[in-house]
């Protein structure tokens, strides 16, 4: 095991650093303090071939510039508030508005575009860093202060595992995640239409205008919707169910785990990533309308990469029937996903 830590430029006059975690059979996952980004994931095809299984940029300027949240950690909360306001303990709060009339991804300042403190781990079997940020009362509009823990970490089993943990000063909402683009071809060599996912979910949650969701558990059996038996991901961008149409030719819609296994596996390469949560939710976004800029690979394109957002139902706090992402006064909040790279 190993980790290298280097200069990755600055932002807002603060160092921005580095991680690269490796372990002996030559994965690695690099990570930068500057939202807890993850840029790369080297991991072996069935030959033996490591190459890049996310998507990203080549330096910061390309992370400062970007507007679709790649490999960051989201908060605090992920997904839409519709109004961008919400009522707790009988007060209205008002969010950021920083889509159209709506709050997305916690607002303009937000736990993506901020620089974290960092404490690199290093154990016998496992390297990591430790990622720290307080944020402050009325921070994007959300009340009481938190002090946010996010651990990256890896093992000689292929297991990438990440952690975030929250004590707040005060009742808030919280609802990580992160938004890694995965791409199992290896650096963006083909498209990700042919690449298999399972999710065991019996309902989805149906989106309406602006990808606000209505309240409505939609039933996936016999739609494109259902995953529970492994799917191409193609399906859906094939489909003419309205649902994919609304959100632009494919998924970007939040699944209610049965089971908290997620898998996906490109069957030309023989790699798989197996994802295991505490989350009661996964958003799937398939990268639908991500166009007209330059990344690492290249043009970025529909259906380069897909999103495998494990989290709590978005705009929860606005709709009862959803689980609440309310965390109370000093309550823990604990946020955990592991992600198994394998080939078969
Ligand atoms: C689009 O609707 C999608 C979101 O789900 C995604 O997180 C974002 O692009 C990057 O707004």
């Not at 932002?11 to 650093?17: A, I, K, P, R, Y």
């Not at 049965?258 to 023989?270: C, K």
Request: hydrophobic share 30%.
């Amino acid at each position: 095991m190993e980790i290298k830590t280097y200069p990755y430029g600055t932002f807002d006059n603060q160092e921005v650093q580095a991680f690269t975690l490796k372990n002996e059979a030559g994965l690695s996952v690099t990570c930068i303090d500057y939202g807890c980004i993850i840029t790369e994931i080297l991991t072996p095809d069935r030959n033996g071939t490591l190459e890049n299984v996310v998507l990203g940029y080549d330096n910061l300027e390309g992370y400062l510039s970007d507007v679709t949240y790649q490999g960051a950690i989201i908060g605090r909360v992920a997904g839409r508030i519709s109004a961008a306001e919400f009522e707790l303990n009988g007060k209205t709060y008002s969010l950021d508005k920083n889509e159209n009339n709506n709050h997305l991804h916690g607002g303009l300042t937000r736990f993506s575009n901020v620089v974290w403190d960092s404490k690199v781990i290093e154990e016998e079997d496992r390297v990591g860093v430790e990622f720290t940020y307080v944020s402050e009362d009325c921070e994007g509009g959300y009340p009481g202060t938190v002090e946010m823990k996010i651990t990256y970490s890896l093992n000689n089993k292929g297991e990438l595992e990440i952690t975030g943990t929250g004590i707040p000063e005060a009742d808030t909402l919280l609802n990580i995640t992160n938004h890694a683009y995965f791409n199992l071809s290896g650096d963006v060599k083909r498209d990700i239409l042919d690449h298999e996912l399972t999710i065991k979910s019996s309902r989805y949650i149906e989106l309406g205008q602006e990808s606000l969701p209505t309240g409505e558990l939609i039933d996936v059996t016999g739609t494109v919707f259902d995953f529970r038996q492994g799917r191409k991901v193609a399906d859906g961008p094939n489909s003419e169910d309205e649902q994919i149409v609304l959100v632009g030719q494919g998924y970007d819609h939040p699944f209610m785990l049965d089971e908290q296994e997620i898998e996906l596996y490109d069957e030309a390469s023989g790699r798989q990533l197996a994802i295991e949560t505490n989350q009661k939710a996964v958003v799937v976004y398939t990268s639908n309308t991500m166009e007209g800029f330059t990344m690492r690979h290249g043009e970025a394109r529909p259906y380069q990469a897909i999103c495998l957002e494990t989290q709590g139902a978005p705009d929860a706090i606005n709709h009862p029937n959803f689980p609440s992402i309310v965390v109370k006064k000093d309550e823990k909040y604990y946020w955990e996903t592991k992600y198994r790279f394998s080939v078969k």
